[in-house]
């Protein structure tokens, strides 16, 4: 017969934190969200933490080197997406660790011989107004000058003057030497009042150029997620297929942390994944996505560093409609915390857990934390923003940016779909989609970070694990939703006229 579990599984919705008492020390300038990333031995570091709990989803339409980049920036991790060749995902690892905060390789270049029509067509194109000119016009050519809106009159030059006319030439430049630290370039950039510094090599070949603007950022950056060597830390997905040639390459690459992106992880595929990469490496991974005791025992068995939780509870997700199965996502979080905590205190050993998928609001970040989640993973959400790989289109009177499910025909990400035999997509697991467009990465997840130590001022908590202990949650009656909203008065947006 099979087993039953008569208990309705519940979503983030159903909950809501009841305060605690707000000591005066419990202010959010004093509460810090680090968060480890990987187990841990009771009284030891963690090798991996987060300064903030969010990770972004191993999905095309999140998670590229630009994603990671700024995401780390702000104390997070990316996943890279693993559904692309293993060349192309190693490249976009190497590109997150060799990017130096503040050097940037020059994404706007041409060669002497081209023109100004040429440098006006790449600025409408790219948007910048500082071109590189090298002698084979590539990044890390031989430089010869360098072009400014200064150097040009759009509306007396004409359009087929050559650059090497009006370029301003290598030895009328200031120029950093390969090697020079942020703090020296930037000097150079104050002393000479410059917008743009290149930085070349002994052979006056190109490697990088540092913006004025990108110190500043830089410096407004204190929760960077970085490794021993000031790098970027990057995790990347892999799938249960290809995994003896991907995870090699992604190792090369400099990868922080692997995880295996799957729909559903209680898997013996997984089992040999996970063994086969701690046999061979000496780097972290993750497995998932499990929804149970059950599942969560066997990947931590099986060697997993940490744990992802949540089956078809994603926002572009149709597992449940498609397949019948999956869980609600607080459920299972429950669930898989019990379970997390009972083997720490059995062995000693924390197994972080990452709750992924269906967050919606803001507070369900808090929540899945205060169940015990150690970080989030979330899709839509940072699909929304400039730093997504996807585009950003116009439709109606609104912005949007397009977001589709690995699951989906679009993606044809069939090793996170595989039950075995056939090795292609038989049906769809996602769907394709638009999220409103919602502006820079940083300006949003500030306000989210708000909303969050906010909250866990009010639950008299200034660390995630006294949030976690000192949490008191309750279910909430579908009636109390609709009192938790605003309710019985005439919204302004309505569509009241002014004369009405
Ligand atoms: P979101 O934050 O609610 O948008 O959920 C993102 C999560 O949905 C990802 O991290 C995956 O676990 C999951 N996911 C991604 N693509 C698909 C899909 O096509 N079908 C089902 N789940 C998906």
């Known amino acids: 017969m099979a087993t ?52 972004s989803a191993v999905m095309q339409a999140v998670s590229d080197d630009g994603m990671a980049i700024a995401l780390a920036r702000c104390g997070g991790i990316s996943f890279i997406f693993g559904s692309q060749s293993i060349e192309a995902e190693a490249e976009m690892v190497r590109k997150v660790k060799s990017y130096k905060a503040g050097f940037v390789v020059s994404r ?73 630290t942020l703090s020296e370039a930037n000097n150079l950039i104050w002393d000479h009042k410059l917008n743009c510094l290149p930085i070349v090599d002994e052979n006056q070949c190109l490697e990088t150029l540092v913006f004025r603007k990108d110190y500043d950022e830089h410096k407004e950056n204190p929760m960077e997620l970085l490794d021993a060597n000031k790098s970027y830390i990057v995790g990347a997905g892999i799938n249960t297929k290809d995994y003896m040639e991907r995870v090699p390459a992604l190792v ?48 931590v068995e099986s060697g997993a560093d940490f744990v992802k939780v949540g089956i078809g509870g994603g926002s572009i997700c149709i597992t449940r409609e498609q397949k019948g199965i999956g869980r609600g996502q607080a459920s299972s979080i429950i ?19 990452c709750s992924d998928g269906g967050i919606v609001h803001d507070y369900h970040v808090t929540l899945a934390l205060a169940m015990g989640a150690d970080f989030v993973m979330l899709g839509r959400y940072f699909a929304r923003f400039d730093e997504s790989p996807t585009r950003k289109l116009k439709v109606g009177n609104n912005f949007v940016k397009e977001y589709w499910g690995e699951g989906s025909n679009r993606a044809r990400n069939w090793q996170r779909y595989d039950t075995g035999g056939k090795s292609k997509l038989v049906f769809e697991e996602g769907v394709d989609s638009y999220v409103p467009y919602a502006g820079s990465l940083q300006e949003n997840l500030d306000k989210t970070l708000s909303k969050i130590k906010s909250t866990m001022c009010n639950c008299g908590s200034v660390t995630l694990d006294e949030l976690k202990q000192n949490a008191r949650i309750a279910l909430v009656s579908a009636t109390s939703l609709v009192e938790g909203g605003a309710h019985d008065v005439i ?8 004369e009405s």
């Open 4 to 55: 039953y579990y008569l208990e309705p599984s519940r979503t983030f919705s159903e909950f809501l934190l009841i305060p605690n008492l707000t000591t005066k020390a419990c202010t959010p300038a004093n509460v810090t969200l680090k968060t480890p990333l990987v187990k841990f031995k009771k009284g030891e570091e963690p090798a991996i933490s987060l300064n903030i709990p969010f990770s």
């Open 108 to 180: 706007s270049n041409l060669t002497p011989n081209h023109t100004l029509s040429d440098v006006l067509a790449l600025k409408e194109e790219t948007g910048h107004s500082t071109v590189a000119i090298t002698e084979d016009g590539t990044a890390n050519g031989k430089l010869l000058g360098i072009v400014t809106g200064r150097d040009y009159r759009k509306s007396r030059d004409p359009l087929d003057r050559p650059i090497s006319a009006f370029m301003t030439p290598f030895d009328k430049l200031i120029y950093g030497k390969s090697g020079v």
């Open 252 to 299: 090369e690459a400099g990868v922080d942390i692997l995880v295996i992106d799957s729909s559903d992880g209680y898997s013996e595929w997984q089992r040999e994944t996970v063994q086969y990469v701690k046999q061979n490496f000496d780097v972290k991974i993750g497995a998932g996505n499990v929804v149970d005791r059950e599942g969560f025992l066997y990947l």
């Open 335 to 353: 669930e898989v915390v019990a379970a997390r905590d009972e083997y720490y205190k059995e062995t000693g050993i924390y197994i972080p857990i």
């Open 491 to 498: 919204l302004k947006e309505s569509s009241l006229s002014e």
